[in-house]
């Protein structure tokens, strides 16, 4: 008899999921299949959860789980995003409450401006919690790029000189931190009945507010600066340095480009190679 999870997870995470849920019916399975982490619709008395789990030593459930523990109580207030069930660190799974509604990424709300208004009012209640001061953030951050750059990636040996030389002079003050995101932006939005929620927390962290813009000023922003308005009018301020968020800008080139070509993702390694481009432009 196949397991009601169809192989999907381990006896363990299944065994954790059963003391949590009655009788769990899988409905689907919504996982991206670009990295290990098994993310599934199911269906328990009547509720509807998601499951999420990895293997170890995976690290973005664990991410996600101190997410829901310490900052997403505003999201959930707000009815911004789904409520923590259960979660276990040792098995690297958890359950949260399911969000209906449609992926906002390729839909026609990608391109309305009250998408950005909505998402940038949400990201203002994530990010006004207690921030603190790290002196060390962005020389950490930085040394990090550096590092990517040593691992396998096709950046060509110009460009990788250029960058190297950037980030090694680059001579940081202390950031301000607070909750972040880590990839806000159209594919971890979903819209019913016009309201927007977010999913996925598996790159929570830490940083200053202004890294969660990163992603949607090299997308969505780059030929749509009324979309960008929209963003900036729901969060009600701009915390972008000029000399700070050039480098982040870069930095986050350099882990596009590199982290795709790791993962084989052809579409999204050519967009980090053009967003390497383009960062380097404004030094």
């Known amino acids: ?64 789980i101190t997410a829901h523990e310490t900052s997403t109580a505003p999201l959930v207030r707000a009815d911004r995003t789904g409520r923590l069930v ?68 096709r950046v060509d040996a110009a460009t990788e000189s250029t960058v190297r030389r950037i980030l090694e002079g680059y001579r940081p003050a202390p950031a301000v931190l607070v909750p972040t995101h880590g990839d806000w932006h159209p594919r971890n939005w979903l819209q019913a009945d016009g309201r927007l929620q977010v999913i996925d927390f598996g790159r929570f962290d830490l ?36 000399d700070v968020w050039r480098v982040e800008l870069l930095r986050e080139a350099v882990g596009t480009a590199v982290w795709a070509f790791l993962v084989g993702d052809a579409a999204f390694e050519a967009q980090g190679h053009r967003m390497l481009r383009e960062a380097m432009a404004r030094f």
């Not at 922003?221 to 009600?236: I, K, M, V």
Request: aromatic content about 8%; some cysteine.
């Open 1 to 64: 008899m196949t397991a009601w999870h169809r192989g999907l997870l381990t006896p363990r995470q299944a065994g954790f999921v059963e003391a949590h849920l009655p009788a769990p019916l899988l409905v689907e399975d919504l996982s991206w299949n670009l990295v290990d982490t098994r993310v599934l619709h199911v269906r328990s008395g009547g509720h509807d959860v998601v499951v999420k789990a990895a293997p170890q030593p995976n690290h973005h459930i664990g991410r996600e």
């Open 86 to 153: 259960a979660a276990d660190r040792d098995v690297n799974v958890l359950i949260t409450t399911y969000l209906p509604g449609e992926l906002v990424e390729g839909s026609g709300a990608e391109w309305v401006g009250d998408t950005y208004r909505q998402a940038g009012a949400a990201l203002r209640l994530f990010h006004a919690q207690p921030a603190q001061t790290d002196a060390g953030y962005e020389l950490r951050m930085t040394q990090k790029a550096i590092a990517l750059l040593g691992r396998r990636h």
């Open 207 to 242: 940083r200053p507010a202004s890294s969660d813009f990163c992603r949607l000023a090299t997308r969505q922003w780059r030929d749509r600066p009324e979309l960008e308005a929209a963003f900036l009018a729901g969060y009600g301020a701009d915390p972008r340095d000029g």
